[in-house]
């Protein structure tokens, strides 16, 4: 049996000298991440709304 992705790619943008940005969403709990990769270094956090809240899909 093939096991599901848990994240999926909502938006992604790449560029020789900016590198590559995605926004991932948590299949799971709704929580949409930044995860922003330049050259051998990368970083994941979620997005926040106004209040400082994780965004969440609805």
Do not use: C, W
């Not at 994240?7 to 991440?33: A, C, P």
């Amino acid at each position: 049996m093939e096991k599901e992705n848990r994240f999926e790619t909502v938006y992604e943008e790449s560029g020789l000298f900016t590198g590559t940005r995605m926004i991932l969403v948590d299949k799971e709990t709704g929580v949409h991440y930044l995860f922003v990769q330049q050259g051998n270094a990368g970083g994941l956090t979620p997005l926040l709304d106004a209040e400082g809240n994780p965004v969440v899909a609805r």
